[in-house]
């Protein structure tokens, strides 16, 4: 018998419970040393139950990755489009996201995507790489608009190499607990990348900010 609609709503509101109670344990504990068991306690259901969700651990692990690189993408893309249309703007912005990605309220998903990617099957990465691979296309994009305006003196995907372990690894040693740190550490690699100060950083971007306005 096929479910109803309000069904359909139901199990995908229990899996996505799932899939946020996995990655805080995942997150804190790391993948092996999590149980089904003891995921599915923080849920409140069966652990026979979460397998009618997910047919494996590892499926799991896969839901969480891509909700990452999904929630991820789409808060870059949110960011950017209400950026001013400069490459320092830009890179400040996506800077500021993808700082706020892995220390704000989605820092669970992201943080499991940066430390247990190496866990997933080949099949599954390979599943997700082309969507993994439009956020490093978009930073590889602002990259090439710094090299372009004389800011980056670097190759745009040396610096890409280089700039995305930066940013996520910040998550073992950055103690940022407000906006206002997150974005204060942003603009820190920022500058740090095209090596400047950040008083340096912060004057070019004002004078770029100024040329952009409407006269």
Not at 143 to 148: H, M, N
Not at 171 to 195: M, P
Request: hydrophobic share 40%; with cysteine.
């Amino acid at each position: 018998m096929a479910r109803n609609r309000s069904e359909g709503v139901v199990d995908k509101s229990r899996a996505d419970d799932i899939v946020w109670a996995a990655a805080a344990l995942f997150a804190r504990q790391g993948f092996d040393r999590t149980s089904v068991r003891e995921i599915a306690e923080v849920v409140e259901i069966a652990s026979g139950t979460l397998f009618y969700h997910f047919e494996t651990k590892d499926d799991l692990l896969e839901a969480i990755i891509r909700k990452g690189i999904a929630e991820g993408y789409s808060s870059m893309q949110k960011a950017l489009s209400r950026a001013p249309n400069g490459p320092l703007s830009r890179f400040r912005t996506l800077a500021e996201a993808h700082i706020e990605g892995i220390h704000g309220e989605f820092r669970d998903v992201h943080r499991v995507w940066i430390r247990e990617w190496g866990r997933l099957s080949s099949q599954a990465r390979a599943r997700m790489r082309p969507e993994a691979h439009k956020y490093r296309e978009l930073l590889e994009e602002i990259l090439t608009e710094l090299e372009i305006t004389g800011h980056l003196r670097t190759e745009p995907a040396m610096m890409r190499h280089v700039l995305m372990p930066a940013l996520n690894w910040t998550t073992s040693w950055a103690n940022v607990t407000t906006r206002k740190a997150r974005q204060q550490l942003a603009r820190q690699i920022c500058a740090t990348s095209l090596n400047l100060t950040i008083s340096e950083f912060d004057e070019l971007l004002e004078q770029e900010t100024l040329k952009l306005a409407p006269a």
